[in-house]
């Protein structure tokens, strides 16, 4: 699988990302592959956030008036910590119950059932979801007890967790919801799966790691909002400085997010990591959540022709994870029809 992609870029072997990677990968001249910048792992997160905003190449140019704008708004979002979800879509009705029955390991699937059960919605979709690629049920699932029969309580707590966030995440309606809202559900659906993956290899708590790689790029959601919110239809992003202060600001409204909403605390951990990132300081969940990013980048990136070869990527890792990111892509590749 790896070997059908074709452009080199290189990682650093500890997992942490290299400071200075500004300088733009230009893929729209396939002639000039050859001579084409390699990419560090935070070149990675660049290359993906530019593919996000619909950016092929940024420019190293200042601020113009409207990317100043969508700043400011970002901002104001993270000065106002304890309202911040306010500015999100609206949750589910039982979701603050069902978080709460979710966190807790030592809740009977009858107990989440009993929650769910509260939404007639919410029970349809999490039995279509259950049946779907991304949970590859033996059988068809027709009732919640089968979900837990066939999937365990965690797969039950995987689905539900998915299904309630759902609404949140899957953006729809102007210019910025269908060019970049469309594309964060996949990217968060993907990395989650990578996340559960990664760790049943690695020895991590699977659903504080499925739960950390769902939301990881939630903050993106407020972000669209607010590119939407000010947008008059002609502006755009273009500069780099843009990119990376809007790349980073994502992050930090997520950990935001996942603080309000009460995530697993090893969750929350876990997402702190990935704002600096550094790797004699990240928790093994942390760790796992990054590796499940870039995979999920490059599966993206790869499957829109903006890197080819991904297989200088595993090549950098350490051994003992090797094998482990290869399988977690192969998941990816699995469930992307479901996405």
Excluded at 177 to 199: D, E, F, I, M, N
Aim: net charge negative; aromatic share 6%; hydrophobic share 45%.
């Amino acid at each position: 699988m790896i070997g059908r992609f074709k452009r080199l870029f290189s990682a650093t072997g500890n997992g942490a990302p290299e400071e200075k990677t500004d300088t733009p990968v230009d893929v729209r001249q396939p002639e000039a592959a050859q001579d084409a910048p390699v990419l560090s792992l935070a070149g990675i997160e660049h290359e993906y956030c530019s593919y996000l905003l619909g950016v092929n190449s940024p420019l190293d140019i200042p601020l113009n008036g409207f990317e100043t704008q969508v700043l400011d708004g970002v901002e104001g979002l993270l000065a106002s910590a304890d309202t911040v979800c306010d500015a999100l879509p609206r949750l589910p009705d039982v979701l603050p119950k069902l978080m709460k029955a979710l966190r807790d390991e030592r809740a009977s699937w009858e107990e989440i059932a009993q929650v769910v059960g509260q939404d007639a919605l919410l029970v349809a979709e999490v039995l279509r979801l259950a049946n779907s690629p991304c949970f590859r049920a033996a059988a068809k699932i027709t009732c919640l007890e089968q979900v837990v029969m066939q999937l365990g309580l965690v797969g039950l707590r995987e689905v539900v967790i998915t299904v309630s966030l759902k609404p949140i995440m899957k953006l729809g309606g102007g210019h910025y919801y269908q060019h970049v809202g469309r594309k964060v559900w996949p990217q968060a659906l993907s990395t989650a799966v990578a996340c559960r993956s990664l760790a049943l290899s690695l020895k991590g708590s699977r659903f504080e790691a499925y739960i950390a790689g769902l939301v990881h790029n939630v903050g993106m959601v407020l972000v669209v909002q607010i590119l939407q919110a000010i947008s008059q239809g002609t502006e755009a992003p273009r500069s780099i400085q843009f990119r990376n202060r809007i790349q980073q600001s994502a992050k930090r409204l997520t950990c935001l997010i996942a603080r309000q909403w009460d995530l697993p605390a090893a969750s929350v951990e876990a997402l702190q990591d990935q704002v600096d990132p550094t790797a004699g300081r990240m928790s093994p969940l942390g760790r796992i959540l990054q590796y499940a990013t870039h995979l999920s980048m490059l599966q993206s990136l790869a499957r829109e022709g903006r890197v080819e070869d991904i297989e200088p990527y595993f090549l950098s890792l350490p051994d003992s994870d090797r094998s482990a990111c290869e399988r977690a892509l192969s998941e990816i590749e699995a469930h992307a029809r479901s996405f």
